[in-house]
């Protein structure tokens, strides 16, 4: 069953919020701002291709709590097979896409896929940090050959498993849980 969670915590900011939310995360590099659903993160200049955009960290919490926040339960991010970042902004601002341009290294840092231009969104696959074989979400990412659900790193095609671990954008636990060479 595809969890109805919301797919950001934007969806639950009122205006105001959003407004404070925006100013508050603006950097030279990216910027908070309203996308397709709520808020994202977006280049507030040229990133090059390799450059490490954010890093992402919060409290360190287990399976068991990420059940707990209801709705909230797509927030957290997984890295390790019972640990989970309590994201924070600007990190869990990041949305999601089938064609990401960005990706997470060394299990932390968000790094450009490819040449980012100023004012594009920033979106990593989040299936590339999910083994737990519990939640899914429904995709809204609208790219040609939409996956149209999120799901565990296993659920991907080998082929686009492999392009992820060539790229080194796999959180580093999944290769070892799934027995396979990162």
């Avoid at 069953?1 to 900011?13: D, E, K, N, T, Y």
């Avoid at 490490?52 to 991010?77: H, N, Y």
């Avoid at 902004?89 to 896409?97: R, Y």
Wanted: glycine letters at 8%; hydrophobic letters at 35%; one cysteine or more.
């Amino acid at each position: 069953m595809i969890s109805q969670a919301p797919r950001q915590p934007s969806s639950f900011l009122r205006a105001e919020n959003r407004v404070s939310t925006k100013e508050q995360y603006t950097t030279a590099t990216i910027r908070i701002d309203e996308c397709d659903v709520g808020l994202g993160v977006f280049a507030n200049r040229d990133i090059r291709r390799g450059e490490t955009i954010l890093a992402f960290g919060g409290p360190v919490i287990d399976f068991a709590e990420t059940k707990r926040r209801g709705p909230w339960e797509c927030m957290p991010l997984q890295i390790g097979p019972n640990q989970y970042f309590d994201t924070r902004p600007p990190g869990v601002f990041v949305n999601h896409s089938c064609n990401p341009n960005a990706g997470i290294q060394d299990d932390h840092n968000l790094v450009a896929l490819r040449d980012i231009r100023r004012g594009e969104e920033i979106r990593f696959d989040y299936s590339t940090t999910m083994e737990e074989q519990s939640f899914t979400m429904r995709c809204l990412c609208g790219e040609p050959g939409c996956r149209r659900v999120i799901a565990d790193f296993s659920s991907l095609p080998a082929a686009v498993q492999q392009r992820y671990l060539s790229q080194g954008v796999v959180m580093g636990f999944i290769p070892a849980k799934l027995g396979i060479e990162a």
